[in-house]
Every structure is written in structure tokens, then in C-alpha cells.
């Protein structure tokens, strides 16, 4: 069985490769039911918002997402841990416009649910680049 430590940064992999491949369910199921995104100048996005948000790329019809999410810190304490990366996301539109990238700072609180570490909550800085 994985340390705890392994068991997040799986995560983060796993999160990754199934945005890159617009698999929202396997996205969602990171996810606590009560997960909160905090984004600037946006109020906060639930669970049910951010699968609202995404269904389009679940059926290969919304945007594509390509990124890279460098770790930089974990702290565990007890069932929570939170997360400190830097994370790079670019997005290419189905209508061909050339595509965007962001990149900046996030914060992410996990809680250990049912034996599996989640996304509760995430604080996302991220800027357009270019």
C-alpha cells in the first residue's frame, strides 16, 4: 500500500491524465462531495459546478486540457493534508483559436473519505501566460 504522501501525488497524476483525456467522471470521483474551487474575481465553484462545467469535454465536444503540476509541498495531518504546486494548464478550443495558457500558484486541502485521499478544497492562482 502506498504512504499517504503517494497515495496524493497518485492523485494529482491520475487528475492530470484524465483531464488530458476528458474523462470528467474520473475527475468528479477525486473529488469530496463538498469540494469548493476558489478562483479569483469568481465566486466559489462546487462539485455539481464544476461537473456542469466540464460535461462538454466528457462528450469530446468542449475544450482540451494539457497541463503539468509540479508539487512543491505535502502536509499531512491525520485525515487532512494540503498541498502547495505550481501548475501549468493549457487549453485548445474546439473552434481551432490558437490556445491558451495559464500557470501560477494553487492550494489544495485533501481529506481522507472512505480510505482514498480527495480534493476538499482548492485554491487555484493561476494566470494567463503570454
Known sequence: MPSDEQAIRDLVATWMDASRNGDVAAVLDLMADDALFLTPGRPPMTKADFAKA?????????????????????????GWAFMRSRLTVTVTLPDGSPPTRREGHTLTVLRKDGGRWRLARDANLLAPVG
Not at 466540464?54 to 491525520?78: T, V
Request: no cysteine; glycine share 20%.
Open 54 to 78: 466540464a460535461s462538454p469535454q466528457a462528450g469530446g465536444k468542449g475544450p482540451r486540457f494539457d497541463g503539468h503540476s509540479e508539487i512543491l509541498e505535502i502536509q499531512l495531518m491525520g
